[in-house]
């Protein structure tokens, strides 16, 4: 990587753009200028402005002020179309593809003129092929997006920019759903098309991964830039510090002696669905006291094993057993009457009901319960009580129990939501992607809960594909890549790079090692 | 533009917008009115004598909204379950042809009544129970499904009514025998042309208020129709909610078929119903799918019926003016509510 | 079992099933392309409604046949512009919109009439479309008569199913529709608007369908009836399932479907006619339409984003 050069011409520049959402200032004047061939980090906690901004760039939003240019000219604001003529091209957090569509098809949609005949798939095939080559992103042009892997729905993001003969490349969170070498293999990327011109922004609020790859960083806190640093005459402590605004560690779980098996998986299976596979003969044992976490890139039977410990699904083969006894009964409802606890991945779309009030919200799993009904008849004034009463101790920001839990931000909706699954005192918790997407103080205090609740006793199941979440709260560490699962690996005895070459699918009994 | 949600909507904005959308429709009776070439002031007036103007002309309001209380009911209570059930129409003929089937004298004593009402709910649940079964077994789009099953049971209807079922002192009309005085629902006051039907889809609609808002049943049939995988995973048993809503819903559009028979016609033929069971959308939407609005709404869209069929034997506006003012606040009041949730803002 | 044989031997029943075939071609296409770009269309019912209505009243008042086609196509589109601005933009309940447009057309067909003609009894008599006589091909024997004597709308409606397949597939438009219907965020992230290509598809597919409904009164009957289109537009939702959402399946099930309708009808004329009650007949269409779709439940691959709506930023 050469130093970045002073008199590098301006590729682009953000000016004083502002943005808000009702009394939210998601964006406060920020400003950034990015010369060609150079990468800007835009560091920031979750909810600090990085994607509004890109969105704001990219047309997605219109920005309450401030300008943006690109190369010296002003981009019309609110037109994505603009914005990929004018050379910017964004990989979205989110991928944006159409899964039933081939590779080509998504990589040349809106490429030619819809009134056009369209110039046919040989030329653009050949394109893709090239361009594929000549910055090492393999895939097959024309298979169906569905049936890809991650990593390479990624590589199609990439190629459909470049495509465009993208100028600027912006990527928003790229490496949150990478394993470690995946990610390696991003930086080999850009580093290769920087070499070439390119201009990138890179999203993300991972300090290694911004001082690895940045020259400079843009450090963003609730839509303000706090900071603008050098990476190389910088250190992470810095930017932590600039980033969440002080000292703020996140809890770490100290080691401690597990106590009896509470549930165990004895080789399940379950069926594929769609493209993401079941378990393949997965065996799991959960001890009270204990944080099992389960790494592994997402899609890869993370989901059929969260389904089955939350009483979704049963196994096709194999048995679960819950304090040595096979279960044979199982749903939701009865998992909750067994002590497991449960918070589910989403929690906009499965773990709560948008329009219901907190009230209705913290009884969704007890009001069958003799505490909230009796013969069908609700009772009220107890489920209020008991909103109030998680309102209260899990610390939710709230102006009462009859608020929609749709007003309520991130971090306050899923204290409610662990409030209900806790309240009940769980024996078993499973903790599915806990803190995603949450800010600083939120993910801190909800680690610190599940650490007191396996202070307390209880076994929990830590689904994550943040790796540095899983080595920093687990007593143990489990791989899963494909349905399967590895071997156990207790805290400490174990590297990130190892257990990203495990989620590559690496290391399992008769797994063909990837190319 | 993109929609913003609004977080707490201001009681102006909750209330003035539907508000809104029955002015805008007034504003389109105007115009039609206009190019109906009739003095639009006349015409409005006119629907509104035609519909509440005489002791007569109430009454009439009041008996053509008691179907439609149990249809808007119907629709309502499966609409709050996103259960789409556009059925309500056959469900309704189901009711009538139960009225009739337990009406004409095959059950004599005191308790043909009661008895005809239940196997009407019965048999209204059990058309929709099939819709129902194939999208939660099968994942059948139910509106597709409801929406033919209308138009078969109109035909079986016909067969009904001209074969097995018919009057054979009809002169060759398709119609069934009359129902026997027993089975007949008794007028709410001697002498005026009002039915206890009427009474009893005012009960309806405060039990369903009730169900709604104080059972555990009300809480799952919420929860399943605003977001049915958060209701899953909480441990509610969607299919069965459904199911149960179904039943529900089914039962009550068969009421209104049960009581146009049993209390207003005596007799089933195929102009039974006039579409009460696709009006009862409209009724149910413009209530906000509340069960005491369903009331308020039925009343409303009867009396513009009513006082649209006056209106036109006097005005010569066409009647179907009717149809397109209820088309019209269904489309308008569908936005105004959006809107009571959400701004309109730029980029 | 011989009268069906006869039955499915004349040359007439084959003309028939082509005939009956047409307007639902024209509106299963229309629903097809609506819910290719992923919005359900219920006011097809209704539209073909207002489509037989505004073509026909056209031509009444004197304008060609063609120019009865291209005002249903309009009004049809008129239509489709509602539709399309209240699910599009506002994202509104695509079950509700539909049902309350195909209300309001239905409601708009019987209003205008009444006011166009409030002294009638009987609505007036149109000339119609007359059979194209093709050079040679009419003369066929059999062929000609079961196949090659037909008018020229329906010629038209099996150009238009070959134009969908060929836009749909093999045009940068089409691509374009198919993948909003899929992922409408990677549309609007390769700089295309949404609302654009969803509005357009609906009105492209709501003017189909009323030429659907002009068939019936410019073509096959050559007058307006209130009940004429009975049910025609819920047929063609199921036939768009039926043919799992690709043209040249669903033109094959209209024909499918039409063909057991003619059947319908002329076994009504048998000794099975004499046995059977009529309505059971009359029903047939309805019956094998809820039979297709639990024939096609999931096997099918639903266009993705069908029925959910579009807010710009929301992810």
Redesign the interface.
């Known amino acids: 990587m050469t130093d970045p050069q002073e008199k590098a011409e301006v590729v682009l520049r953000l000016d004083r753009i502002t943005k808000a959402?009702?009394p939210l200032r998601a964006n406060d004047a920020i400003s950034l200028t990015l010369r060609r061939g150079e990468v800007v980090a835009l560091l920031g906690e979750n909810g600090a402005g990085k994607t509004t901004l890109m969105?704001i760039l990219f047309g997605?939003?219109?920005?309450d002020e401030g300008t943006v240019e690109v190369f010296g000219k002003p981009l019309p604001?609110?037109?994505?179309?603009?914005?990929?003529?004018a050379g910017v091209g964004?990989v979205?957090q989110?991928f944006?593809?159409?899964?039933?569509?081939s590779v080509l098809?998504?990589i040349?949609?809106?490429?030619?003129?819809?009134?056009?005949?369209?110039r046919g798939r040989t030329a653009a095939r050949a394109r893709v092929e090239g361009l594929a080559q000549d910055f090492g992103l393999a895939v097959d042009p024309m298979a169906k997006v569905s049936r890809l892997t991650v990593g390479e729905r990624q590589r199609v993001e990439i190629l459909?920019a470049l495509y465009r003969d993208a100028k600027i490349l912006i990527l928003d969170e790229p490496t949150a759903v990478l394993t470690p070498q995946e990610a390696d293999a991003l930086f080999a990327t850009l580093r290769h098309a920087t070499a070439r011109g390119l201009s990138v922004i890179f999203i993300s609020h991972k300090l290694h991964e911004v001082t690895a790859i940045a020259d400079r960083c843009l450090v963003l806190r609730h839509g303000r830039v706090v900071g603008e640093v050098d990476t190389h005459a910088t250190d992470k402590a810095q930017l932590a510090a600039l980033m969440v605004g002080g000292e703020l560690t996140l809890p770490k779980a100290e080691a401690r002696v597990a106590g009896p098996v509470l549930m165990e998986l004895q080789a399940v299976s379950t069926p594929d669905r769609g493209a993401a596979p079941g378990l393949k003969a997965v065996t799991l044992t959960l001890r009270a006291g204990q944080i099992t976490g389960l790494a592994g890139v997402s899609g890869n039977g993370q989901a059929a094993l969260a389904d089955l410990i939350?009483?979704?699904l049963l196994p096709a083969f194999g048995t679960v057993s819950l304090n040595g006894t096979p279960i044979t009964r199982w749903?939701?409802?009865i998992?909750?009457a067994e002590g497991v606890g449960?918070i589910?991945e989403d929690r906009h779309?499965?773990?709560?009901?948008?329009?219901?009030d907190l009230t209705?919200n913290a009884v969704?799993?007890g009001?069958?319960t003799r505490r909230f009904?009796r013969r069908?008849?609700?009772n009220w004034p107890a489920a209020r009580a008991f909103a109030e009463g998680i309102i209260a101790a899990y610390d939710v920001r709230c102006p009462g129990p009859e608020t929609r839990i749709?007003?309520l931000s991130g971090g306050n909706m899923q204290k409610l939501i662990l409030g209900r699954a806790l309240a009940p005192g769980p024996q078993i918790i499973l903790a599915n992607q806990p803190v995603r997407g949450l800010d600083v103080g939120a993910i801190a205090y909800v680690q610190s809960q599940l650490i007191a609740a396996r202070d307390r006793g209880a076994a929990i199941l830590l689904i994550s594909e943040d790796l540095d979440e899983i080595m920093g709260l687990s007593d143990v560490i489990h791989v899963m890549s494909q349905g399967r699962l590895s071997p156990v690996f207790p805290r400490g005895t174990v590297s990130a790079p190892d257990l990203g070459l495990w989620m590559a699918g690496q290391g399992f009994d008769g797994a063909r090692h990837a190319a | 533009m993109r929609l913003?949600?609004i977080?707490?909507p201001t009681p102006l904005r909750r209330l003035g917008l539907p508000a809104l959308a029955i002015a805008a429709t007034m504003l389109v009776a105007t115009l039609l009115a206009l190019i109906a070439g009739a003095d639009p002031f006349a015409t409005l007036g006119q629907i509104a004598t035609g519909a509440l103007g005489s002791r007569l002309a109430v009454l009439e309001t009041l008996n053509r909204a008691t179907p439609l209380i149990f249809t808007g009911l119907a629709v309502a209570v499966a609409f709050r379950a996103k259960l789409w059930n556009i059925g309500a129409e056959a469900q309704l003929y189901a009711g009538a042809i139960m009225a009739v089937l337990l009406g004409t004298g095959a059950l004599g004593s005191p308790l043909v009544l009661p008895v005809s009402a239940l196997a009407a709910m019965l048999a209204g649940a059990l058309v929709l129970l099939g819709p129902v079964l194939l999208k939660t077994r099968l994942g059948v789009d139910e509106v597709v499904t409801t929406l033919l099953i209308n138009f078969i049971m109109l035909l079986f209807v016909s067969y009904l009514l001209e074969g097995p079922m018919k009057d054979p002192m009809g002169m060759g009309w398709p119609k069934s025998p009359a129902l026997i005085p027993e089975a007949r629902l008794p007028r709410i006051v001697d002498g005026l042309r009002l039915h206890w039907g009427f009474g009893l889809a005012l009960l309806a609609a405060a039990l369903v208020w009730v169900i709604q808002t104080?059972?555990?049943?009300?809480?799952e049939i919420?929860?399943v129709g605003?977001?049915p995988?958060?209701?899953?995973?909480?441990?509610?048993?969607v299919n069965a909610v459904l199911l149960k809503t179904a039943l529900l819903s089914g039962g009550l559009a068969a009421l209104a078929g049960w009581s146009e028979v049993a209390g207003l016609k005596g007799h089933l033929s195929q102009d039974l119903s006039p579409g009460f069971g696709y009006t009862g959308i409209i009724v149910a939407m413009l209530a906000l799918l509340h069960p005491l609005g369903v009331v308020i709404s039925a009343l409303f869209v009867a009396g513009i019926f009513v006082g649209s069929d006056a209106m036109s034997r006097a005005a010569g506006v066409p009647t179907y003016i009717a149809d397109m003012l209820l088309a019209t606040a269904l489309l308008f009041m569908v936005l105004a509510i959006l809107l009571t949730k959400f701004r309109v803002v730029?980029? | 079992m011989t009268d069906i044989i006869d039955i499915l031997i004349s040359a007439s029943f084959w003309a028939a099933v082509i005939r009956i075939a047409t307007p639902l071609i024209f509106a299963t296409m229309g629903e097809l392309i609506c819910e290719r770009a992923g919005v359900l269309n219920l006011g097809i019912e209704g539209i073909m409604v207002i489509g037989a209505f505004t073509g026909w009243m056209a031509v009444y008042q004197g304008m060609p046949l063609w120019g009865g086609v291209a005002t249903a196509m309009l009004a049809g589109m008129l239509f489709g512009l509602l539709h399309s601005t209240l699910t599009v933009p506002f994202g509104l309940s695509q079950h509700v919109v539909g049902l309350g447009v195909t209300l309001l057309a239905t409601a708009t067909a019987s209003f205008a009439y009444r006011l166009m003609l409030p002294e009638v009894t009987s609505p007036p008599k149109i000339e119609p479309f007359q059979p194209l006589d093709l050079p040679i091909l009419s003369d066929l024997p059999f062929l000609g008569e079961a196949i090659f004597q037909q008018t020229a709308l329906t010629w038209a409606a099996f150009a238009v199913a070959g134009l969908v397949a060929f836009t749909l597939y093999?045009?940068?438009?089409g691509?374009?529709v198919?993948?909003a219907g899929?992922?409408p965020?990677?549309?609007?992230?390769?700089?295309?608007s949404v609302t654009a290509l969803r509005m357009g598809a609906v009105m492209v597919g709501s003017g189909l369908m009323a030429v659907g409904g002009a068939f019936l009164t410019l073509s096959a009957f050559s007058s307006f009836f209130f009940e004429m289109v009975n049910g025609r537009g819920w047929v063609c939702v199921a036939l768009v399932v039926f043919g799992a959402w690709k043209p040249g399946k669903a033109v094959l099930g209209a024909i499918l479907f039409a063909g057991f309708d003619a059947l319908q009808i002329r076994l009504q004329q048998t000794d099975l006619g004499a046995v059977l009650p009529y309505q059971l007949f009359l029903a047939a269409p309805y019956i094998l339409s809820i039979l297709a779709l639990i024939l096609m439940s999931r096997r099918a691959?639903v266009?993705?984003a069908l029925m959910v709506p579009y807010n710009?930023?929301e992810?």
């Open positions: 959402f009702g969105n997605h939003y219109v920005a604001p609110g037109q994505p179309r603009a914005a990929l003529q964004m979205h989110h944006t593809l159409a899964g039933n569509l098809d998504n040349a949609l809106g490429t030619e003129s819809l009134w056009s005949r369209g459909k939350s009483g979704l749903t939701p409802r998992a909750v449960r589910p779309h499965t773990g709560s009901i948008a329009d219901f209705e969704l799993e009001y069958r009904s069908g008849w609700m749709r007003l | 913003e949600p977080a707490n104080r059972t555990t049943l009300g809480y919420r929860a605003q977001n995988a958060a209701a899953r995973f909480a441990g509610i048993p730029r980029g | 093999r045009t940068p438009l691509l374009a198919r993948a899929e992922n965020a990677a549309v609007e992230a390769q700089g295309l691959e266009p993705a710009k930023g992810r």
